[in-house]
């Protein structure tokens, strides 16, 4: 539980503060603001993607060709972080932000919830994320009992290292988008303990890499919008004001796991992408609007001073 609690907070720092260090960071330096869609795209193809791959083949050696148990990928894990902790004390630099704007936690979270109140596309970015994320976390703790549903001895290192290898490629698509767009054995389902992975198995594996291909187009594009939808002072704060539903669908989903068989779980998930879908259609409409004004203004203005000629 201790564990938990203190993963969430792990988490919620993980996206939100570096997205908002590395955004005030690119602003403070003058950069050019396309650069950004340029940046979360390798951030994603080389962070979350290349070093997720080796990590999984990683953890996958510790546990099976070392054989050090299943908790040796943690404790491995913690080691990195540390030696993360070590470079980003000593070489990166703080964003302290505006010393007069400094507010307490309450304050903060109002502020957050005006925004969100008094702007649509924040709201409609905010329910986009709630609703995917929560998809993608549900789909993190299924994947492994919806591939092994007899217990079957699958590599799941070697499997997450094929997930991460989609959500490289997606993102990959990503940047093109925006800047403008492991080998597996079939064999027939296993009744017993221990053996491979099953036909309908490998078929769930297509679907969850075509799934971790939009991932990977979800994170760069996600990041994009938060950085020009949301407003510096409050991105933080309205970043984790959003991941507080997240987190209460991802504790219910897990509460009630045993009450439901897996496929309704993830006709939930889909529901929820699909909805998701529909609020991206409208923030794009928005968007477009609004960018569209200022031409329409201009017009108006001309037509309004032009001379009239009889």
């Not at 990195?80 to 964003?95: C, D, P, R, V, Y």
């Not at 703790?141 to 092994?148: D, Q």
Request: proline share 5%; glycine share 8%.
């Amino acid at each position: 539980m201790l564990g938990r609690i203190l993963g969430g907070i792990a988490t919620s720092l993980l996206f939100s503060a570096f997205e908002s260090w590395l955004v005030a960071e690119h602003n403070k330096r003058g950069f050019e603001q396309q650069w950004l869609s340029v940046t979360f795209s390798k951030a994603i193809f080389l962070g979350n993607g290349l070093v997720a791959i080796l990590s999984g083949l990683f953890g996958n050696i510790l546990v099976d060709s070392v054989s050090l148990g299943p908790v040796a990928p943690f404790d491995a894990a913690a080691c990195f972080l540390a030696i993360g902790m070590a470079i980003i004390l000593s070489s990166w630099t703080e964003n302290y932000g505006d010393p007069s704007e400094n507010k307490d936690l309450l304050t903060q979270f109002k502020g957050a919830a005006a925004a969100i109140t008094s702007d649509e596309k924040i709201a409609l970015l905010g329910a986009i994320q709630s609703l995917f994320e929560g998809s993608m976390y549900t789909f993190v703790f299924l994947w492994t009992p919806a591939l092994s549903p007899n217990e079957e001895d699958i590599p799941h290192g070697f499997i997450f290292a094929t997930f991460m290898l989609a959500s490289m490629l997606g993102s990959s698509f990503a940047s093109r988008l925006m800047a403008r767009s492991y080998r597996k054995i079939l064999v027939p389902p296993s009744k017993v303990k221990g053996g491979s992975i099953s036909f309908s198995g490998s078929i769930q594996l297509i679907g969850f890499c075509a799934f971790e291909a939009c991932v990977g187009i979800f994170w760069p594009s996600i990041m994009k919008m938060r950085s020009q939808y949301i407003p510096e002072e409050a991105r933080s704060t309205i970043m984790n004001f959003f991941r507080i539903p997240l987190n209460i669908f991802v504790c219910v989903v897990l509460y009630n796991v045993n009450a439901f068989p897996i496929t309704v779980m993830f006709g939930m998930c889909s529901i929820f992408l699909f909805v998701a879908s529909i609020l991206q259609r409208r923030l794009m409409v928005i968007a477009e609007r609004q960018k569209s004004r200022p031409q329409d203004n201009e017009r108006d203005i001309e037509y309004e001073t032009e001379p009239l000629h009889i």
